[in-house]
């Protein structure tokens, strides 16, 4: 869908510079160029946003089921820690032999 949008804004733009600007066709490509690596950009940075996304969520899933989640040098699993869930990290239970460790999920395999 960010694709359509993108394809659309480039369209709009340009649409406009053909019949409301003064431009050579030289300052035009340029400006073309320009917006669609500005789109592209975006775009790219979007699709690896999701990807992080969705690496976090299976985790947390994996965590929720029980299953050993490796993060650092540390086994993580729902009997020796805790996830918060307001700052996504993992806390050391303090029964554990590994009390007083803070692992942030997003760093985890």
Do not use: P
Request: hydrophobic fraction near 45%.
């Amino acid at each position: 869908m960010a694709y359509l949008y993108g394809l659309i804004i480039v369209g709009l733009f340009f649409g406009v510079m053909h019949f409301f600007t003064e431009l050579n066709l030289s300052q035009k490509l340029q400006a073309s160029l320009l917006v669609v690596v500005i789109v592209s950009g975006a775009i790219f940075y979007n699709h690896l946003q999701q990807e992080r996304a969705a690496h976090l969520r299976q985790i947390l899933l994996d965590f929720e089921q029980g299953k050993d989640v490796h993060c650092q040098s540390f086994t993580v699993n729902n009997k020796t820690f805790t996830l918060s869930i307001g700052t996504q990290t993992f806390i050391a239970n303090k029964e554990s032999k590994n009390v007083g460790v803070m692992l942030a999920a997003s760093e985890c395999e």
